[in-house]
Each structure stands twice: as C-alpha cells, then as structure tokens.
C-alpha cells in the first residue's frame, strides 16, 4: 500500500499545474483539526503546489474547537467540527459562508455526495449547508472480540439488547462504553426505542439506570479498541472509523481479512456523524482556504487522504475508486471489500446525529455518567 501511495503521489505532483506559485511561504494557513485525521503526504503537496505552509493544531472535541473560536486568540484558517457544533457555530454567528464559486471541484451532480451523507445533512438546520464543506463521515457501532463464544451470533440477533442486557449475551463477556456522556445517554435511548436526542428528566432517568444495569467494566476512548484487539476486552460502543483504523493496521501487517480476531457489529438503527471544513468568521486567509477546501473535493486528493483515515469518504466518486478496484494488490482489494461492507451506499441508511444541547443540559449528563461510573 505504501508503495502504491508514493506512486500516486508522484503521478499527481508531476500532472498537477503549480498555481498561485508567487503568493509566497508567508502565507501560513492555520487549521484546526482532530489528531491522526489528515494524510500528510496530500498536505505536504498543498504546501507544495501553492507554496505556503500549513499548521495543524489538534483538538480532541467539539467543544474544544467552540472554545477556541469563540475566544478569537488564534485566527484559524480551517476549522473540522462535526454537524451539531457547525450548527451551534453557524447560530452564534462564528462562521463565514463559503463560497462556492471558488471551489471548481464542487460538483453535486457529476460528483454527489454518498446517500449515508445526504441523510445526515438532510436533519440539520435549513441554512446550514451554506457553511461547510463534507470532510469526513461515519456510523458508531459494536466493536466485539471475535473469539468469544457466541458474542456474534448474540449481536446479530439482539442487537442492541446483547449490549445493554447481560442475559442477552455470554457469559462474563467484558464490555465497555465510550466515555462522553452524549454518546452514552444516546445509545442508552436507542436500546430503550426514544429518540437519542429527547433530553428530559424521566429519559436521564432511565438513561442511569440503563447503563448501571450493563455493568461496563471499562469507560475510555481509544483504549477500548486497542483493549478489544489484544483481548483484553470483549465489547465496546466505538466509532466504525475507530475499529476500521485497527483493522486496517492488521491488514498492512499481513493479515489475512477474515482472520483478523475482532470486527464491528452496526445496528439497524445508530449513531451517525458528520465532520466538514468551516471557515471562521475571523479567518485571515479566505481565498487559501477556499483552495484548501478545494483540494480536498478532488477525487483524487481525496481517495489519498482517505487511505490513511478509517472514516468514509463524502465524495462519490472517490467511493467508486475505492470499491471498484480491480488487481492484484491484496490491500486494495481488502480496502474495497470493507468499504463496501462497513459503508455500504445506500438509501436504507437509518444513522442519526447528535443534536446540540444545551450546556445545563450537557452538564447533567455529564453528572448522571459519572454518577453512573462510580455507584
């Protein structure tokens, strides 16, 4: 795969005309964007071709990045939250509009976006669409140790039962929850047949009750997967990109596809989320913004950022590269063969975002989980 890439990479870099080669390396675009979310190597040749440097900060929350722009002390060029907080930005008037006129790889009818997308912009807020651009998105599902008798047969019956419910899965099956209170609260309605979103006092209720009784033995965030691939846990509620990015590395290291010891169980009804490029409302460098946005809506740029991150494209086009592939090239077809397996693209997609809450509302959830982690 790493060979495949540097050939790609060469191929663009010699077909790619160097624009704006003139405006200097003084131009420094500031993006704010979440760790191990970005292919360097299509950076690297941003930089490259429009002669600038750009600087990536980290941030590991939505609320985070608001923090940080509503504090105004760094001008970022590039924020990538996901679809409740460009909502709650978009309100508090902290983003510009794009403009689409400048981004000549936009393309909604000769390069849509995936029907799993579509869905999830289809219940933001009207407006909303005129601030972002997709970056990434994905589902939430089951992450499960493969070796545990009859943990799978368990999940694809039950579903979310064989989560939530003890009697519904094997014995001692060790399972583990991801720790924001959000996620949480929401997959705790969703076993419960509630809306993941109807905040309420009787929901928080049966929200506490709900996940002391699936007894959890461990609440973390990249620790759950790396705890279910070496067998140290059984179960967890994870992002899909999540144990994709796990599975991925097992596949560069030679491992077969279907000898791989964990997998991902996606409910019929789930979690889904989200992340685009905004532009702040103080950004310095509009137009290279716009351009870096742009570079990302190329098929090509794009198939190459997507190869190292675990989360789906938002492109068409670039999904047909992926899946199509025909060759000898074991990874690429593994590649293939999973995307169309964890993203598939259909109109049936039943994925539903986080809504924003408000904070008196986020703090109470916060509580009823910590009070739920230490009962």
Request: charged share 20%.
């Amino acid at each position: 795969m790493l060979n495949f890439k540097r050939i790609l990479l060469l191929l663009i870099v010699l077909s790619t005309p160097f624009l704006l080669s003139g405006c200097g390396a003084q131009n420094k675009l500031l993006v704010l964007n979440w760790g191990e979310y970005i292919n360097e190597d299509v950076v690297a040749l941003f930089e490259e071709t429009y002669n600038v440097e750009v600087s990536i900060s980290i941030g590991d929350s939505n609320e985070l990045f608001y923090s940080r722009l509503k504090s105004g002390t760094t001008a970022y060029d590039i924020i990538v939250p996901s679809d409740y907080m460009i909502e709650k930005m978009m309100i508090k008037d902290l983003l510009q509009e794009i403009d689409f006129t400048k981004l000549s790889n936009y393309d909604p009818v000769g390069n849509p976006y995936l029907q799993g997308l579509q869905g999830i912009q289809a219940t933001m807020l009207e407006g909303t669409e005129d601030y972002y651009v997709p970056y990434f998105w994905g589902t939430f599902g089951l992450m499960y140790n493969k070796d545990k008798a009859g943990l799978e047969q368990a999940l694809e019956t039950y579903q979310w039962q064989a989560y939530f419910d003890p009697a519904y899965r094997p014995a001692d099956t060790k399972t583990g929850m991801y720790d924001v209170a959000q996620f949480a609260f929401a997959t705790a309605m969703i076993y419960n047949g509630i809306d993941p979103n109807e905040f309420s006092e009787d929901n928080l209720d049966l929200a506490f009750n709900t996940l002391t009784d699936a007894g959890f033995v461990m609440w973390a965030d990249d620790q759950l997967k790396k705890s279910i691939s070496s067998g140290s846990l059984d179960l967890a509620f994870v992002w899909t990109g999540d144990f994709l990015d796990m599975f991925y590395v097992a596949l560069s290291e030679g491992q077969a596809y279907d000898s791989v010891s964990y997998n991902i169980f996606i409910p019929d009804t789930t979690l889904a989320f989200m992340d685009a490029m905004v532009i702040p409302y103080n950004a310095r460098h509009v137009d290279l913004a716009h351009e870096f946005i742009n570079w990302f809506l190329d098929p090509e740029m794009a198939y190459m950022n997507a190869s190292t991150i675990g989360y789906a494209t938002p492109l068409q086009n670039t999904y047909d590269m992926i899946v199509d592939y025909e060759g000898d090239d074991q990874w690429l077809n593994d590649w293939a063969r999973a995307y169309m397996e964890y993203y598939e693209d259909t109109p049936d997609f039943t994925g539903i975002p986080l809504a924003n809450l408000e904070q008196a509302q986020v703090n109470s959830l916060t509580l009823m989980v910590n009070n739920v982690k230490t009962n």
